[in-house]
């Protein structure tokens, strides 16, 4: 949001391989931070469509930034001013440090769940779903609550951190069979 500016250098942890990882160096970088990506991953950007990869890697490459593959953030400690990221090689399992003024990481999203969980108990499936009968293209079983009103089915954010894509997937099977 702007509201935070980081100062110095700048590593930013990417375990979800997305765009807001890559977008954020992408800005630091522009503006002249000295930032460094690292990810778990063989390489930046894995979630990403071929063809936005290729400009956030020029546009850190033209900037300076470093990528940092195969290391996994196990830690995060303090040295005077500095924040000391403690990585590990995802193969030789060696571990490094890498100090840094600002650390960002992100792990991804957590599902919101409290208004599935304050309607699961009104619903006639209890707010479960069958995964075999939604891959199968079957409707789903109701009668766990005799006593609920309408059939509740969790999917997208609500079931687990995913994109749109994978919502939209989960509400078209289910809703091919209502």
């Known amino acids: ?17 997305e765009h807001a ?16 990506v ?6 930046a950007g894995r979630g990403i469509g071929g063809q936005n990869v290729p400009i956030y890697l020029r546009n850190l490459a033209n900037a300076g930034a470093r ?14 001013n500095e924040r000391v990221a403690h990585l590990r090689h995802t193969f030789t399992r060696d571990t490094e440090t890498l100090p840094a003024q600002t650390i960002l990481a992100d792990f991804g999203s957590e599902p919101v769940t409290e208004i599935f969980e304050a ?33 509740l089915l969790r999917i997208g954010d609500a079931l687990a951190p995913r994109d749109i894509h994978a ?9 091919r069979v209502i």
């Open 38 to 43: 690292v990810t778990p991953d063989r390489y």
């Open 167 to 175: 919502a939209m997937y989960d509400a078209n099977r289910l809703s």
């Open 21 to 36: 990882a890559l977008s954020l160096a992408d800005k630091l970088s522009g503006e002249g931070l000295p930032v460094t």
């Open 67 to 80: 990528i940092m593959t195969d290391r996994k953030l196990v830690d995060v400690s303090s040295q005077g």
């Open 119 to 151: 309607l699961a108990d009104g619903s006639s499936n209890l707010g479960e779903i069958d995964p075999e009968a939604m891959v199968t293209l079957h409707p789903q079983p109701d009668k766990a609550n005799p006593a609920g009103a309408y059939l």
């Open 1 to 17: 949001s702007g509201h935070v500016q980081p100062e110095g250098e700048t590593l930013i942890y990417d375990s979800v391989g």
